[in-house]
């Protein structure tokens, strides 16, 4: 399986987040947010 290259920085993993807490964010808006988050890289656990 192939790894994805393209990261979201965490800038843009912030604001994407907000998009996705805004209840008034469209629909287009929340699937382009959802879509930057899947590219962050896993957290590590503690």
């Given at each position: 399986?192939?790894?994805?290259?393209?990261?979201?920085?965490?800038?843009?993993?912030?604001?994407?987040?907000?998009?996705?807490?805004d209840p008034r964010s469209s629909k287009a808006a929340k699937t382009a947010a959802a879509s930057a988050l899947t590219q962050r890289p896993n957290r590590k656990t503690k």
């Open positions: 399986m192939k790894r994805k290259s393209e990261v979201t920085s965490p800038r843009a993993a912030s604001a994407a987040s907000k998009v996705l807490r």
